[in-house]
T-cell receptor
Framework: DAKTTQPPSMDCAEGRAANLPCNHSTISGNEYVYWYRQIHSQGPQYIIHGLKNNETNEMASLIITEDRKSSTLILPHATLRDTAVYYCIVRPIENSGGSNYKLTFGKGTLLTVNP | NAGVMQNPRHLVRRRGQEARLRCSPMKGHSHVYWYRQLPEEGLKFMVYLQKENIIDESGMPKERFSAEFPKEGPSILRIQQVVRGDSAAYFC???????????FGPGTRLLVL
């Protein structure tokens, strides 16, 4: 049961910003938003995570709305190598019944970066 | 700092044989998680281990599947008497503590003929 909703697919032109949305309307105050991606035939790659504030690292930026019910992953300058399935995952901060280590992967968004 | 290592990357078995999948966590990580990805599906949690202990195996089939993480050496996911339905990609992840970020290996793709 993924607690997130993502569009099944998106396209982006090479060099442009890719903005991937995620809805998590039932998120609670003690749950992170995590993003991973899976390039074809590879293992999931951690991208970024956040709780309330916007976050940025060398790979991407994460914008979380004030009510925390949705977020957007931004790849500022998409390249062909960014073509992958992107997964948005809600994860409890603390362990309660094993919920914080069982990552729940939904279907994700297939981002295709076009030349 | 090497990432999570898994081997073999590809494994072909005939029905009834045994499959052994190995996972070496990142340096400094003592928590290992196994996930399975069936064709065209998302990853599903199977089992969580710390050194010499199985913490949670609730996602693992009760029969034919077992996992271990010995004091020395890699974590092993063992599938006995494989069937065609076991064909999947098996991913291992590791973390330094339960609540921290899990980092995944490249996976082992098991094909049962």
């Amino acid at each position: 049961d993924a607690k997130t909703t993502q569009p099944p697919s998106m396209d982006c032109a090479e060099g442009r910003a890719a903005n991937l949305p995620c809805n998590h309307s039932t998120i609670s105050g003690n749950e992170y938003v995590y993003w991973y991606r899976q390039i074809h035939s590879q293992g999931p790659q951690y991208i970024i995570h956040g709780l309330k504030n916007n976050e940025t690292n060398e790979m991407a930026s994460l914008i979380i709305t004030e009510d925390r019910k949705s977020s957007t992953l931004i790849l500022p300058h998409a390249t062909l190598r960014d073509t992958a399935v992107y997964y948005c995952i809600v994860r409890p901060i603390e362990n309660s019944g094993g919920s914080n280590y069982k990552l729940t992967f939904g279907k994700g968004t297939l981002l295709t970066v076009n030349p | 700092n090497a990432g999570v290592m898994q081997n073999p990357r590809h494994l072909v078995r005939r029905r009834g044989q045994e499959a052994r999948l190995r996972c070496s966590p990142m340096k400094g990580h003592s928590h290992v998680y196994w996930y399975r990805q069936l064709p065209e599906e998302g990853l599903k949690f199977m089992v969580y281990l710390q050194k010499e202990n199985i913490i949670d195996e609730s996602g693992m089939p009760k029969e034919r599947f077992s996992a271990e993480f010995p004091k020395e050496g890699p974590s092993i996911l063992r599938i006995q008497q494989v069937v065609r339905g076991d064909s999947a990609a098996y991913f291992c992840a590791s973390s330094p503590r339960t609540e921290e970020t899990q980092y995944f290996g490249p996976g082992t793709r098991l094909l049962v003929l």
